[in-house]
T-cell receptor
Framework: AQKITQTQPGMFVQEKEAVTLDCTYD???????LFWYKQPSSGEMIFLIY??????QNATEGRYSLNFQKARKSANLVISASQLGDSAMYFC????????????FGSGTRLQVQP | DSGVTQTPKHLITATGQRVTLRCSPR?????VYWYQQSLDQGLQFLIQ???????AKGNILERFSAQQFPDLHSELNLSSLELGDSALYFC????????????FGSGTQLSVL
């Protein structure tokens, strides 16, 4: 079963605008973590933001924020004030804390920021 | 720079051959994870080691094996290579805490011809 679903294969956004990248997940665990990673064209995977399932407040890291809606099982990434350097693949990932602890990744969303 | 070192960056080889990919984790990280990224399969978890011991197994083929050495570096061995093994192989390291953020190396691009 698909654990992480990213329904947007590609997104466009104008420079300086905000953009939301969607992520839904499936788990029966009560305790889990949600992560977003960025993969620029150079290929490396860069950690952006983390949200724990018991965290009451949405996580923020600079221009990145995570819109966590536990009941809907969604963990959308919001990038504010987009920059040209934000053009990249973005992956949502989840770790279930019981059982296997490896990250499970979604299929990714390619974001292109236009000047 | 994530602090995770992977070598080599690129590897070109032929079907049937065997290769070894190497990973040095960030200082202080005891966990090493291997992932395979391909266009059709996306990012797939292969295997995890923690302080020298195998911790978890994912979609790793029997032709593939890994180990983590006492100095915590890890090697992924791929044998009897097939065209479909061509992919980007990532190593990631972490501290094995619940909110552990995995730090990824820059990957090894394997091309099997």
């Amino acid at each position: 079963a698909q654990k992480i679903t990213q329904t947007q294969p590609g997104m466009f956004v104008q420079e300086k605008e905000a953009v939301t990248l969607d992520c839904t997940y499936d788990t029966s665990d009560q305790s889990y973590g949600l992560f977003w990673y960025k993969q620029p064209s150079s290929g490396e995977m860069i950690f952006l933001i983390y949200q724990g399932s018991y965290d009451e407040q949405n996580a923020t890291e600079g221009r990145y924020s995570l819109n966590f809606q536990k009941a809907r099982k969604s963990a959308n990434l919001v990038i504010s004030a987009s920059q040209l350097g934000d053009s990249a693949m973005y992956f949502c990932a989840m770790r279930e804390y019981t059982g296997r602890r490896a990250l499970t990744f979604g299929s990714g969303t390619r974001l292109q920021v236009q000047p | 720079d994530s602090g995770v070192t992977q070598t080599p960056k690129h590897l070109i080889t032929a079907t049937g051959q065997r290769v070894t990919l190497r990973c040095s984790p960030r200082s202080g990280d005891l966990s090493v994870y291997w992932y395979q990224q391909s266009l059709d399969q996306g990012l797939q978890f292969l295997i995890q080691y923690y302080n020298g011991e195998e911790r978890a197994k994912g979609n790793i083929l029997e032709r593939f094996s890994a180990q983590q050495f006492p100095d915590l570096h890890s090697e992924l061995n791929l044998s009897s290579l097939e065209l479909g093994d061509s992919a980007l192989y990532f190593c990631a390291s972490g501290r094995d805490s619940r909110d552990e953020k995995l730090f990824f190396g820059s990957g090894t691009q394997l091309s099997v011809l």
